[in-house]
């Protein structure tokens, strides 16, 4: 079965540094997610990307982020300066069918800032 | 976005039926109802959309009364595996997930 991979599962940073989550979706998915859930709290969504631009964002998605589809396979989330309360576990997901809400999430990569 | 209400926690025991239910009243035309499933440091999973009325896949069912104020999941048999959050979601197909904090189901042997 297809699946969403993420690297690295674990990342530490220091406070301050850049970070790149790395996400490669579904081969024939066509739009593309990122959530992030802090442990004990709800998923958050943080944006979606469609048609090589982002199609929405949340108040959470501010000039420290960025997203990337750079080669047709890879999708990247970037925080430029990362907080302490920037830890928390990142989601990438797509979907493919339209008419859905399905969406197939990776198993997350935990980011811890330090 | 329409917000939804469910219970915060559920125990059952093994073998038996499970119906979750979830209220929406401000359900929009557009809104699908969708069910995710979350086990510990995992990501989400989905389980079942409807629209209106009722519908089945492998492993649940999901009942949608006519006025799509609310929603049941039912999950047959439950097993020890099926401990997990359940998140009852409305949404739009194709944009954002609007997760809130589900419900914490216990299967108990």
């Known amino acids: 079965e297809p699946e969403v991979t993420q690297t690295p599962s674990h990342q530490v940073t220091q406070m301050g540094q850049e970070v790149i989550l790395r996400c490669v979706p579904i081969?024939?998915?066509?739009?593309f997610y990122w959530y992030r859930q802090i442990l004990g709290q709800k998923v958050e969504f943080l944006v979606s990307?469609?048609?090589?631009?982002?199609?929405?964002k949340s108040e959470i998605f501010d000039d420290q982020f960025s997203v990337e589809r750079p080669d047709g396979s890879n999708f990247t989330l970037k925080i430029r300066s990362t907080k302490l309360e920037d830890s928390a576990m990142y989601f990438c997901?797509?979907?493919?069918?339209?008419?859905?809400?399905?969406?197939?999430f990776g198993q997350g990569t935990r980011l811890t800032v330090v | 976005l329409a917000k939804t209400t469910q219970p915060i926690s559920m125990d059952s025991y093994e073998g038996q039926e499970v119906n979750i239910t979830c209220s929406h009243n401000?359900?929009?035309?557009?809104?699908?109802i969708t069910w995710y499933q979350q086990f510990p440091s995992q990501g989400p999973r989905f389980i079942i959309q409807?629209?209106?009325t009722k519908v089945t896949n492998e492993v649940a069912s999901l009942f949608i009364p006519a006025d799509r104020k609310s929603s049941t999941l039912s999950l047959p048999r439950v097993s020890l595996s099926d401990t997990a959050v359940y998140y009852c979601?409305?949404?739009?197909?194709?944009?954002?997930?609007?997760f809130g904090s589900g419900t914490q189901l216990t299967v108990l042997p």
């Open positions: 401000n359900i929009a035309t557009n809104d699908y």
């Open positions: 997901a797509s979907s493919g069918r339209t008419g859905s809400t399905e969406a197939f």
């Open positions: 979601l409305v949404a739009t197909p194709e944009r954002q997930l609007t």
């Open positions: 409807g629209y209106k």
């Open positions: 081969s024939n998915h066509l739009y």
């Open positions: 990307f469609y048609n090589n631009e982002i199609s929405e």
